[in-house]
């Protein structure tokens, strides 16, 4: 019996402590739980800079001076005497069209000019004779030996006599005219480069037939184009081509040459938008900026892939921090009195023309801020931002140089921080591994 005892006094010993030891844990588990969390951080002190605000745009290389040999005239093409690829220079044969036909209706022409010529000859003969009979009549009118219906009788012959006259010049004219037409056309059978270049492209073959005629665009032959002269054809989107400028710099990266990075200059800027699925959710709108390159062009060819950063504006010595340190917080609001819910959109109506606009008046676009460390809390402190370059944006408002900003991590910034919040700095990390983590 008195063993039976001790094991139950043992039993009651063990168990108790077992429950202190649980009561325990679970107060510590409370605890714990009503800590704040610590926050890892990377940091770097606000400095200042010279920031270069910058376009990234992609596009193409094409020559800035590229002419489309089209034929004028039609028929057979009897000789190409260029290749693609051939150099060529202004004045040069680059295609003759089979004249034969050109130069019959040259012939028809010459033929129809010489006979309203003759036509002419005959006619000023005709008007000169009459001519002095009228005089001759006039005479004989004033001294009273002809009545006033001969004199007018012999009148309208001579105004009709006049007026085959001008008939026949204005055949003249049109026969001349019909010649001249018909010698240019002739002369369009044989066509030749209008500029100094390259045959970047032939389409047409010997023995083809092309048609061509002066009220509409002739079948196209080749191109010509000046490779000395290339520029960059990029397409910029329509939030940013208002930052750019005519003579605005622009580095150019070519896909050909990977290690090199080519200046160039905005000179012409397009006043109508492309636009890309339209109608659909992929719609894009951009506008074409074109960009003088510096180098020589023999290096590229046309329809090269590139892509151009261009440099719209830039400031010295201004305060600066990295992108990633600017978020964007809500900004919370404020109870305004009794009825009123913080949760609750307030509305105002305006009347125009006789149609109710209902408004959102406490509807509020995100604020920008930063986080900077304080005593081992961030501080939320709301900014102004100006222009920015690849890596950092400036502040023009809400911070102070020397302040240490965080960089990192993605999470902490966008989501994690806010004011007050405990944060442990570990800048060992480094900012390479911070970008490669972004968005984790």
């Known amino acids: 019996m008195a063993k039976n005892g001790t094991n139950k006094k043992k039993k009651i010993i063990i168990f108790s402590a077992l429950g202190v030891l649980l009561v325990i844990v679970i107060i510590a588990v409370i605890i714990g739980s009503n800590k704040d969390e610590i926050i890892v951080v990377q940091t770097e002190k606000i400095a200042r800079r010279t920031l270069t605000q910058v376009v990234e745009a992609t596009g193409k290389i094409q020559p800035q001076t590229q002419v489309k040999i089209n034929a004028e005239v039609s028929g057979e093409i009897i000789a190409l005497p260029v290749e693609e690829g051939d150099a060529v220079t202004k004045g040069q044969l680059l295609v003759r069209i089979k004249p034969d ?58 105004e009709v006599a006049k007026a085959n006259v001008d008939a026949a010049r204005f055949d ?21 480069s209008p500029i100094n270049g390259v045959v970047t492209q032939r389409i047409s ?18 191109t010509v184009s000046d490779l000395s002269v290339m520029e960059a054809r990029v397409e910029v989107n329509e939030n940013d081509v208002v930052l750019i400028n005519i003579g605005d710099t622009a580095r150019i990266d070519v896909d050909a040459y990977p290690d090199r990075l080519f ?30 390159i510096a180098t020589e062009g023999e290096m590229f060819r046309p329809g090269m892939s590139c892509a151009a950063k261009i440099e719209t504006e830039t400031r010295r010595d201004v305060l600066s921090v990295p992108l990633q340190s600017v978020t964007t917080r809500e900004k919370k609001r404020v109870d305004k009195g009794e009825g009123v819910d913080d949760e609750e959109e307030e509305f105002s109506e305006v009347q125009i023309e006789g149609v109710t606009d209902r408004k959102e008046s406490r509807k509020e676009k995100p604020q920008e801020v930063i986080f900077v460390i304080r005593e081992g809390l961030a501080r939320k402190i709301p900014v102004k931002t100006g222009i920015s370059s690849d890596t950092y944006i400036e502040i023009l408002e809400g911070v102070e140089e020397g302040m240490e900003v965080v960089t990192g991590s993605y999470r902490a910034i966008s989501r994690e921080l806010d004011d007050s919040t405990t944060v442990r700095i570990d800048n060992s990390l480094g900012r390479g591994k911070f970008f490669s983590n972004e968005g984790k």
Request: hydrophobic letters at 35%; proline letters at 0%; zero cysteines.
């Open 101 to 158: 036909t050109y130069e019959a209706q040259r012939d028809q022409s010459v033929a129809n000019l010489n006979r309203t010529k003759a036509m002419l000859v005959q006619r000023q003969a005709d008007f000169r004779k009459v001519e002095s009979e009228y005089t001759r009549q006039q005479e004989l009118f004033r001294k009273g030996l002809i009545s006033e219906s001969d004199l007018e009788s012999i009148k309208s012959t001579y």
């Open 263 to 292: 200046n160039a200059t905005v000179y012409q800027i397009a006043n109508t938008a492309m636009t890309k699925g339209l109608g659909t959710q992929e719609e894009v709108t951009n506008f074409e900026v074109r960009l003088i």
């Open 205 to 222: 073959k010997v023995g083809e037939r092309v048609s061509g005629s002066s009220f509409m665009q002739g079948t196209e032959i080749m």
């Open 172 to 192: 003249v004219q049109n026969a001349e005219a019909n010649l001249t037409r018909a010698r240019e056309d002739l002369n369009k059978t044989a066509i030749y």
